[in-house]
């Protein structure tokens, strides 16, 4: 897929910290973590295995945990906390014309889902305990933002930019 002839590549993620989050889809919790980061991830059609691992990487490291004195110098892992990974295609959504957003920024469902679960084995590999939510499904998530603590990474070509 191409938009103004370049193939699109850029892994989207909101990643919140949070003191609870879960996802319900029709009226059942498919997933559901306590203290952790509660991952909103959207995939574009040129995103790679590498770009996943990457995104993994980074966040499994991300110092946004309070040490004993307060401040943000732990990892969700060294914090004891749990991954939430969404898939959420409208990360990658553009509203710059008309009214209805495109969403060609997006990866195909079938390309997509593969990549997420890559993310979630990733995490998992790493020692994270690990929920998810349900592909392609309508859902409710529930969360408690811890802070609030939010940021928004992009990789591409397997690098946070």
Request: glycine share 12%.
């Amino acid at each position: 897929m191409t938009l103004l002839g370049a193939t699109i590549r850029t892994v989207r993620i909101v990643a919140q910290r949070v003191s609870r989050a879960s996802v319900t889809v029709d009226g059942r919790m498919v997933g559901d973590i306590g203290k952790g980061l509660c991952l909103l991830v959207g995939i574009a059609p040129g995103d790679t295995r590498s770009d996943v691992e990457a995104a993994v990487d980074k966040i499994a490291g991300l110092r946004v945990f309070p040490d004993a004195d307060g401040k943000m110098n732990r990892s969700v892992l060294e914090a004891g906390g749990a991954v939430l990974v969404i898939s959420q295609f409208t990360l990658l959504g553009d509203a710059r014309k008309g009214r209805r957003p495109s969403f060609k920024g997006a990866a195909p469902p079938e390309k997509a889902a593969g990549l997420i679960a890559r993310m979630v084995d990733e995490f998992r590999e790493r020692g994270a305990q690990t929920s998810e939510g349900a592909f392609g499904a309508h859902m409710h998530v529930d969360l408690v933002n811890d802070g609030p603590v939010t940021l928004i990474l992009e990789i591409r070509d397997g690098r946070v930019s």
